[in-house]
């Protein structure tokens, strides 16, 4: 196992779990943080930059996934495969021939629930599961990653689902879900970034390889984020529900709706690592989300604009 001296963040520049994961990191004294300035589908460039740096390890975070969502992803085929697939594939197969660990910032959203998993039941994908998910071409691409992903012995694969972070960022799944009339009600799988970003971290240092369903333990429903929201930052908001056959004849891809067994993960989490169950991370996020905004002067009643429903 290597120590972990050098890292290189590929969508560290522009992304957002990249730079979440470059602001952990630069508040180490004993590890270097980089930020890729090649972009992943060009092979070349991102094989110089590996030979110029000779990072320790290599944090890989940057894909398509479509403004303002994955709709976008279904008119823009070439351009998803292009980075999603070949990009992807290029930071794992060059890492893998420099012997460099690589993390993978990948995504859990290739399931749905199904006859062998079904909702409310607690019965969760495990990383062996494959993906039977297709209902969005993002989703195929990352379907189709997996597998091939598999085969590099250096890469950790993490399965991230539906992102919570205690801002409010534009792919924080709490800012998109707030805009919208009316929502489903599903209990899902979710990944509540500030828990789980330094976890990667220590996974990584660990050298640990191979898939994990990388959400906090358990499920939780878009009515109780919401809840939370209103409980926590605008006690003014309300919410609408619809089915999900209303919701297809207003989106171009389907959502994937699943929970994922965490198993694997808290079984080889490092110890001093803390992971709550998804229920209180969530509550626990939206009381930072609460400090942070009161901070920032938009509570009580400053919010911008951009983060009001139209």
């Given at each position: 196992m290597?120590?972990?001296?050098?890292?290189?963040?590929?969508?560290?520049?522009?992304?957002?779990?990249?730079?979440?994961?470059?602001?952990i990191i630069e508040?180490?004294?004993?590890?270097?943080?980089?930020?890729?300035?090649?972009?992943?589908?060009?092979?070349?460039?991102?094989a110089k930059e590996l030979d110029e740096i000779k990072p320790t390890h290599v944090l890989m975070s940057a894909g398509i996934t479509g403004r303002p969502n994955i709709d976008w992803c279904e008119d823009h085929k070439p351009e998803t495969i292009r980075?999603?697939?070949?990009?992807?594939?290029?930071?794992?197969?060059?890492?893998?021939?420099?012997?460099?660990?690589?993390?993978?910032?990948?995504?859990?959203?290739?399931?749905?629930y199904d006859d062998a998993h079904p909702l409310g039941s607690g019965i969760g994908f495990k990383e062996e599961s494959k993906g039977n998910f297709d209902g969005s071409f993002y989703s195929q691409t990352k379907g189709y990653m997996e597998p091939m992903l598999s085969c590099y012995p250096n890469c950790l694969i993490l399965r991230v689902r539906m992102p919570i972070s205690d801002d409010l960022f534009h792919r924080n799944f709490v800012t998109k879900i707030v805009k919208y009339d009316r929502v489903v009600n599903i209990p899902n799988s979710m990944t509540v970034l500030t828990e789980m970003l330094p976890a990667s971290l220590a996974m990584a240092e660990k050298g640990l390889t191979g898939v994990y369903n990388f959400t906090n333990p358990g499920?939780?429903?878009h009515n109780e984020v919401l809840d939370l929201y209103t409980k926590y930052i605008d006690p003014t908001y309300t919410y609408k529900n619809f089915t999900v056959e209303e919701q297809a004849k207003?989106?171009?891809?389907?959502?994937?709706?699943?929970?994922?067994?965490?198993?694997?993960?808290?079984?080889?989490?490092?110890?001093e690592v803390k992971i709550n169950d998804i229920k209180t991370s969530v509550e626990l996020c939206f009381q930072r989300m609460k400090v942070n905004l009161e901070k920032m002067g938009w509570l009580p009643?400053?919010?911008?604009?951009?983060?009001?429903?139209?």
């Open positions: 290597t120590e972990m001296k050098r890292v290189l963040i590929f969508g560290g520049k522009t992304g957002w779990i990249g730079g979440l994961m470059a602001d508040k180490r004294d004993d590890v270097e943080v980089f930020l890729a300035e090649a972009r992943i589908e060009n092979r070349e460039a991102v980075v999603n697939v070949i990009g992807t594939l290029n930071v794992a197969d060059l890492t893998n021939s420099r012997n460099i660990h690589c993390t993978v910032y990948a995504t859990g959203c290739i399931f749905k499920v939780i429903s207003v989106i171009k891809a389907a959502r994937s709706n699943n929970e994922l067994d965490t198993t694997k993960l808290m079984a080889d989490m490092p110890e009643d400053n919010m911008p604009a951009e983060f009001k429903r139209a």
